[in-house]
């Protein structure tokens, strides 16, 4: 079962920062927060992850709270193209990735 | 970038027919992966294939199914006898160890 709690849907403006919450508060220490997407039916994506630091890539940054029990995913800037659904895993090294529902975020112009 | 590249995209096949869905994972990765997706529905793990053996297999992972390499690269999935629940978007995944997965971009199945 998933171990993440997210927001059913939000909405974000074109080119504004979108913050996708997520909830992990039985996270154990050695599970690491991971982002993905998923774009129509095609294969999810990966975004980003981290441990316990905050991370930051081309795609996005990846802020996560000193307790571990809750991270946020940020967009600095988004497209119609992020228009996606994100998920937030929490994953153990070598474990497999489980899928919860996920956040709809529509980017509107 | 390296990619998993999947085929066919879409695959139409009759009731009670065998499909075989196939998958070339990105070359140095060493695990791999099958999933579904139902219309509408969350991303499901199926089965996870390391070694030559499969590793972990969910409940849905009956014996309707299995996986192989028949020749060392390329990553198949086998439904012997489909039905209309088995249609779905299957997507397989690889993954060289500790990290992330890269996923394919499916197979949408139609079983009618």
């Known amino acids: 079962d998933a171990k993440t709690t997210q927001p059913t849907s939000m909405d974000c403006a074109e080119g504004r920062a979108a913050n996708l919450p997520c909830n992990h508060s039985t996270i154990s220490g050695n599970e690491y927060v991971y982002w993905y997407r998923q774009i129509h039916s095609q294969g999810p994506q990966y975004i980003i992850h981290?441990?316990?630091n905050n991370e930051t890539n081309e795609m996005a940054s990846l802020i996560i709270t000193e307790d571990r029990k809750s991270s946020t995913l940020i967009l600095p800037h988004a497209t119609l193209r992020d228009t996606a659904v994100y998920y937030c895993?929490?994953?153990?090294?070598?474990?497999?990735?489980?899928f919860g529902s996920g956040t709809k975020l529509n980017v509107k112009p | 970038e390296p990619e998993v590249t999947q085929t066919p995209s879409h695959q139409v096949t009759q009731m009670g027919q065998e499909v075989i869905l196939r998958c070339v994972p990105i070359?140095?990765?060493?695990?791999f992966y099958w999933y579904r997706q139902i219309l509408g529905q969350k991303v499901e793990f199926l089965v996870s294939f390391y070694n030559n053996e499969i590793s972990e297999k969910s409940e849905i992972f009956d014996d309707q199914f299995s996986v192989e390499r028949p020749d060392g690269s390329n990553f198949t999935l086998k439904i012997r006898s489909t039905k209309l629940e088995d249609s779905a978007m299957y997507f397989c995944?690889?993954?060289?160890?500790?990290?992330?997965?890269?996923f394919g971009s499916g197979t949408r199945l139609t079983v009618v």
């Open positions: 895993i929490v994953r153990a090294l070598y474990d497999k990735f489980y």
């Open positions: 995944a690889t993954t060289l160890g500790s990290y992330g997965y890269t």
């Open positions: 070359s140095n990765h060493l695990y």
């Open positions: 981290g441990l316990k």
